[in-house]
């Protein structure tokens, strides 16, 4: 079974070495697709697995996925690990990630993924192994054949919802999700603050406006396609956004520009502009 990794980069700082180095050695080949405007292959670790492809451009995280898939079932790859830049494993974890797939039946398995230490409330599970719905695209190590019956990530949302479309796609065609919550990866997702207000705890994402219309705008794209088949989950998502607004007039800062993107998110929604983010400001 050969196994490859794709991690996208956008402006990566000096640590993309270590978080790389944390899992290189487990895999046969890591396609590096770098979305920032200049090269940063001096940033790398020196290793012949590596292939790094440089966009000039910020395409996207589900275009560089789709690069990196591409490559890699070109290469006659099973299985593919999708790392952001930001997130390290400890040393062989995904070792040991990879002998579970070849140590079990993973035909119908469309993801293997650890449990994400973010820096939120979320308490981990007592089981071993569980099978959540949907996860985030870091960390994950995907069945590649499963990759080409959902024909892959969405290219126009851009970032954001990438990874609740694919498992939602997944689970239409009949795949799950096998988190492994013995093996943790780190992951960076930003500023993430914890708010205390009249005896209640609020999570605060603290993204910035730009994410804030991608939020919105593929969130209802999301629910446009799949609040048939998954009614609960999409209005879980919608209900959602509702906490996300009242967090950024509670706490947040730059409030207008977040509401403002917010509503030009839900708009550009109705009138189906799909694709990278239209505005100047």
């Not at 899992?23 to 090269?39: A, E, G, P, Q, R």
């Not at 929604?269 to 239209?278: D, R």
Request: aromatic residues 12%; proline residues 3%; positive net charge.
């Amino acid at each position: 079974m050969k196994i490859a990794g794709v991690v996208t980069l956008y402006n990566p700082d000096d640590d993309i070495i270590d978080n790389i180095n944390s899992y290189l050695d487990d895999i046969d080949k890591l396609y590096v697709i770098d979305n920032s405007n200049n090269s940063n292959e001096k940033k790398l670790p020196t290793n012949k697995k590596i292939e790094y492809f440089p966009n000039y451009e910020n395409l996207g995280v589900a275009k560089a996925l789709n690069i990196g898939a591409k490559y890699a079932i070109k290469d006659k790859c099973q299985w593919l690990l999708t790392m952001d830049q930001d997130s390290r494993f400890k040393k062989g974890d995904v070792g040991r990630m990879i002998s579970y797939i070849k140590e079990n039946d993973c035909s119908l398995v469309g993801i293997v993924t650890p449990w994400h230490v973010i820096n939120t409330v979320i308490v981990k599970p007592k089981e071993e192994i569980d099978h959540p719905f949907e996860v985030m695209t870091s960390g994950n190590i995907i069945n590649l054949d499963a990759y080409q019956k959902v024909k892959g990530f969405k290219d126009w949302y851009f970032i954001d919802d990438i990874d609740i479309e694919y498992c939602m796609n997944l689970n239409v065609h009949g795949y799950h999700i096998d988190r492994l919550n013995y093996i943790e990866l780190a992951h960076d997702l930003g500023d993430i603050k914890l708010k205390h207000l009249l005896g209640r705890n609020f999570v605060c994402s603290n993204h910035n406006y730009i994410r804030r219309y991608y939020m919105v705008r593929n969130t209802f794209y999301l629910n446009q396609e799949y609040h048939e088949r998954f009614p609960d989950y999409c209005n879980f998502l919608k209900r959602g956004l509702r906490g996300q607004l009242q967090n950024i007039i509670l706490f947040e800062k730059d409030k207008y520009k977040k509401i403002r993107n917010m509503i030009r998110g839900y708009r550009d929604y109705k009138n189906n502009v799909k694709g990278v983010y239209p505005y100047h400001n």
